[in-house]
């Protein structure tokens, strides 16, 4: 069953985009629908997992990761891959893990306290077997950083079941 988003639906995700805490009722009022509708609206939204969840922006600098750094990783062969995966995203200071096309295999962004916790955090990746290489960029300046997706009017793309599509 394909589902949609309507225009309505595209502004609550833009809405709630910028305020995950905007009261019901404030989104009802942009949207021009009831409290009801907009609940319904946000649990069909939630149901078919375009809305994951409702998260807390946290200023990392206030809590002390004054190091936020890109490591382009390394991983020989695909006997690894697994291994590599499991232990790097149940690591704390991962925030983010991305398998990449050209040089290294995977892309990670971290956040640390300061270069010594960065330099034994790479030396924890470094020793995970599979693992060759490692390069780090460490962050200078942050002038955007965003989770926030452009919603419009579309029909939801069903990833789940795309390749019996085929």
């Not at 590599?84 to 971290?110: C, P, W, Y």
């Amino acid at each position: 069953m394909a589902h949609s988003i309507d225009e309505i639906d595209a502004k609550i995700l833009e809405l709630l985009q910028q305020d995950g805490r905007m009261k019901r009722s404030d989104v009802a009022d942009e949207v021009d629908l009831s409290i009801s509708a907009v609940s319904e609206r946000m649990r069909k939204l939630e149901e078919r997992g375009v809305i994951e969840g409702y998260k807390a922006v946290v200023d990392a600098k206030r809590l002390r990761l004054d190091i936020t750094a890109f490591i382009r990783v390394s991983v020989d062969g695909s006997e690894h891959y697994s291994t590599f995966i499991d232990r790097v995203t149940n690591m704390n200071q991962v925030l983010e893990v991305h398998s990449i096309t050209g040089a290294g295999s995977h892309v990670m962004k971290v956040r640390t306290k300061n270069t010594t916790t960065l330099e034994r955090f790479l030396s924890e990746i470094q020793a995970i077997p599979g693992v060759t290489r490692t390069t780090t960029s460490i962050v200078l300046s942050t002038f955007k950083e965003s989770r926030a997706v452009p919603a419009e009017p579309m029909e939801l793309y069903d990833y789940e079941n795309a390749a019996s599509d085929s």
